[in-house]
């Protein structure tokens, strides 16, 4: 078995080099929704303000991909099935570069322009408030990652047999037009096409798929909703596994053949870290599962992609178990704005302690204890991790340590019965939705009858090393 960490830190797999902020991008105009029936150009995160957008809600994305590996080129449609919340004369979807030749709403043609990272149409009629529509946008052009706040980058990102897509988190649009804000969660369908010899990974179930004219053709089906930075379409050299669990999960697994001795032994232990996750945290959210173990040194992260995780390199076994716990953390239970990104970090994290102490590592409060351990100027107490902002402190070692360890002090406050409880219930309560940091709260109160306010205060939301209970 792979050791337990013993420093829980940001699930970066590599040091990343350091690339100036990118500032402009949070400085765009962004907007709470413009008078007139627009929508705005944002979804109303102050992290990422012009994320997502207003004014309609996406049910379900009929991606239709054919990337040149050699050119690196992509030609798509994107059909979305949506609703207007609001009287709409246009409205925004972000896309980042690529050139769109023409924009339908319910097959008519639409005026569209480019604005930055919004792309903006105007239906020829104004939509109703509850107006269920569709919108086809066709596009092609070369897709390029955006860097995220820290320097890393995420999005589309070309690797030396493909691509590794992974959208968190701003990185939807640089593939598709998207509401991209994990708020609006909606089905997917992925028809991806690629030279023969290649492989097109996405989320769900895999369709079907065809060979002709020298090209491979994969359909991919997710089903349950889904947020935007969770959608990949990952393309490479892979080495292909499928098989069904006990629990009826159809697995898939795409290796990298260069990554494929260290990550056998890891793999492999996938549907007992998801049967014991599944015992700890309720039933397996989704029905398809499995990993995606790119080789794609400059990454640098893996990522919970929905259903079926995707690391740049073998992954480690806490790796596995963490981006496994993600899929009750994060994927099924959603965030509502980025500030509570520790209610998926965190957890994930906690996820790995707890694997620790049940299969013969160090128990949850040795790890807590290590980390409180730490001097009052060490990095881990530089800020709370309740509203970490939004730069390289979206993912730095407080939102992933120091969330862990306020659950670790829930636990010893609430003992394990109520804490597994109250975990199982968020997940089974939010399932396919969403759930914000005071419901967390106002949840775990409610099934330990106990006042706990006080403890999250000290922990989310309070500067400086606490004092532990
Ligand atoms: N959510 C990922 C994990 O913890 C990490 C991650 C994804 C990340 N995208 C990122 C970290 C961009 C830094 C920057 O499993
Ligand atoms: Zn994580």
């Known amino acids: 078995m792979t050791p337990p960490r013993r420093q829980p830190a940001r699930r970066r797999t590599t040091a990343l080099a350091t690339v100036p902020v990118a500032v402009a991008a949070l400085l765009g105009a962004a907007g709470p ?5 627009t929508g705005g150009s944002g979804a109303g995160d102050p992290y990422f303000p012009l994320s997502g957008n207003g004014g309609y809600h996406v049910r379900h994305y009929g991606l239709t991909l054919r990337y040149d590996t050699a050119s690196r080129r992509l030609d798509a449609t994107a059909e979305l099935s949506a609703r207007a919340t609001e009287r709409l004369t246009r409205f925004d979807l972000d896309l980042k570069g690529l050139t769109v030749t023409a924009v339908t709403v319910d097959h008519r043609a639409a005026a ?5 990272q919004e792309l903006v149409v105007t239906p020829r009629r104004a939509l109703r408030a509850g107006q269920p529509f569709r919108v086809r946008v066709a596009y092609h052009g070369t897709p390029k990652p955006v860097t995220d706040p820290d320097g890393s980058a995420d999005g589309w990102i070309p690797t030396d047999d493909g691509a590794f897509v992974a959208g968190e988190p701003q990185g939807a649009m640089t593939w598709f037009p998207v509401n991209g804000h994990p708020k609006d969660k909606a089905s997917y369908d992925f028809t991806i096409t690629v030279p023969r010899g290649r492989t097109a990974v996405a989320n769900g179930i895999l369709l079907g798929q065809r060979t002709a004219h020298g090209r491979t053709t994969f359909r991919w089906r997710e089903t349950q909703p889904m947020a935007a930075y969770l959608a990949t379409a990952t393309i490479g050299r892979f080495r292909v596994e499928r098989y069904t669990t006990r629990d009826g999960i159809q697995v898939y697994n795409a290796v990298d053949a260069r990554e494929a001795r260290a990550a056998a ?3 492999k232990r996938l549907p007992a870290v998801l049967e014991w996750e599944s015992r700890l945290f309720g039933p397996y959210p989704f029905r398809a599962a499995g990993s995606i173990v790119d080789h794609a040194p400059d990454v640098g992260y893996a990522l919970e992609t929905q259903t079926r995780p995707l690391y740049d390199s073998a ?6 178990v963490h981006e496994s716990a993600h899929q009750w953390f994060g994927d099924s ?11 998926n970090e965190g957890f994930a994290t906690y996820a790995e302690w707890l694997y620790a102490e049940q299969h013969g590592g160090d128990s949850a409060q040795r790890t807590f204890d290590a980390l409180y351990a730490r001097p009052a100027g060490d990095g881990l107490w530089a800020y709370p991790p ?8 979206l993912f730095g070692t407080p939102v992933y340590a120091r969330g862990a360890m306020a659950l670790h002090e829930l636990r010893r406050a609430v003992g394990d019965r109520d804490f597994l409880l109250i975990l199982r219930s968020w997940a089974a309560g939010h399932r396919g939705g969403h759930g914000t940091t005071a419901q967390f709260v106002r949840l775990a109160e409610a099934k330990s009858g106990k006042p706990l306010k006080g403890l999250f205060q000290t922990w989310l ?3 400086g090393k606490p004092n532990s209970a």
């Not at 992954?315 to 596995?320: H, K």
């Not at 239970?333 to 209610?343: H, Q, R």
């Open 33 to 37: 929704a413009a008078p007139g029936g």
């Open 112 to 116: 569209f322009r480019r604005d930055g």
């Open 265 to 267: 032994p890891v793999l």
């Open 315 to 320: 992954p480690t076994l806490d790796t596995l």
């Open 333 to 343: 239970v959603s965030l509502t704005a980025w500030k509570d990104i520790w209610l």
């Open 386 to 393: 309740g509203d970490p902002g939004s730069g390289a402190r």
């Open 461 to 463: 939301y309070t500067p």
